[in-house]
């Protein structure tokens, strides 16, 4: 049967958790192929969309299939029959190839993947980073590890990591890896087929415990009192934890303050939102991994992408990198930034339509009680030339024209504007006052409308 009022309804409910343009690129092309039975079927326009999806949001559409329709069944995402023959099956088989293991030593498999290989550090996540590599090893006696952050900022890849290569160096180690909502279900099941008894085996009969997105299992009282009991059993026998989640600690609401102290008593490191230099290298790590090399990413797209995403979530960066790279290779199409303009309109930074270089230039020109026609002449009087100068750089940080365009607009020499922003730039370090100056004329534009 296929259901897309369901599916439309699902999507809807999703825009609570997710941005808009990831539903628009991501889960709005899917379909439900049969909503009656188990697993319930969704069809993906090609391969591609179905790794990415799985990846990224498959969890979370199981979630609200099962908190909103009731539905205990499986989901399992197919590539639509009418699409079969899709070209990109072919051009991005690279990225098809198995990425996880269905080895029964996992509650949950690893991501073969999301290995410290592929994994780019700097600033934002060396310490999580760090925190890992260190249990591997055996330099630390952090217990619990307890990493925290946002979504799509790299804490599920750092654990898959350590389960990896756990998983290589010592093959005897049991492994759990498991999400808190995934233990939630899992005991939630068990209490009602009456079997804790089993259920307490599987949890303790291992040696490294990795516990994905842990803040599920808050305000859900039962299973915290079993989840403290089986942490305190593993960390009794010396077990290694790890956890990640999106908060610290104490900012889980809901959380029984036992676990909070016991998740607190270990080592904490937080990842934070990646800079620009450290987007660019992951793309170009991503790039270089799933071998989307057949269509070229040139420097400037690179640069162009860390720059004018709107998101800081590497899972959105990336699933903008490979958005263009499918559509440039279905169109063989040369990836240039109007190309990426054009089919990433979602993903980018909106620029303020009512701001322009007339808006801003007014502006400057009425705080110092000049007139727009004085900013754009020669005159090179004391005021005049530190009002056209500011002009200049408010252009260049709000609507990031070219230093020629912005140069041309005061039909000035090419170099002119990148000169004057450079010395606001500068003199902003120490100058008080125009930094106020500054921020008011800032202050304003956000008024115009
Ligand atoms: P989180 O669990 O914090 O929500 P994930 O670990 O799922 O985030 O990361 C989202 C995506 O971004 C994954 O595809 C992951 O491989 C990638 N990623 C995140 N951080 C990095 C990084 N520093 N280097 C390489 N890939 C990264
Ligand atoms: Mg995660």
Known sequence: MKDNSTWLNILDILKSEL???????????????????NPVILTAPNKFFKTWVEENYLPLIKKTFKDNL????????????????????????????????????FDLPLNKRFTFDNFVVGTSNRYAHAACSSLISGKTTANPLYIYGDVGLGKTHLMHAVGNEFKERFPKYRILYTTGESFVNDFVTSMRLSKLDSFKQRYLNIDLFLCDDVQFIAGKSRTM?????????????????????????????????RLSSRFTSGLMVDVSTPS??????????????????????????????ANNLKSDSTREILGATLRIFTLASIDNEDITIQFAEKHLKDFLMKRDKSLSPDSILELT?????????DLKSKNRSKTIALARSIAMYLIREKLSLSYTEISSIFSRDHSTALHAVNKITDELLSNHELEGTINLLLDKMKLIN
């Open 19 to 37: 941005t808009e343009a990831e539903i628009n690129q991501w889960l709005s092309p899917l379909n439900i192929k049969t909503l009656n039975g």
């Open 70 to 105: 009731g539905l205990r069944s499986d989901v399992d995402i197919v590539i639509s029959i009418e699409n079969k023959d899709d070209q990109t099956i072919r051009t991005v088989s690279q990225v098809e190839r198995n990425t996880t293991t269905t080895d029964t030593t």
């Open 225 to 257: 009192e079993e989840f403290f009991f089986t942490f305190s059993q593993l960390y009794a026998t010396q077990k290694q934890i790890v956890l990640t989640s999106n908060t610290s600690p104490n900012n889980i609401k809901e959380l029984d303050p």
């Open 276 to 305: 620009v230099e450290e987007k660019e290298a992951i793309i170009k790590k991503y790039i270089e991994i799933e071998d989307l090399t057949s269509q070229r990413f040139s420097d400037d797209i690179i640069r162009y992408l």
């Open 365 to 373: 020109a009425k705080y110092y009680q000049l007139k727009v026609s």
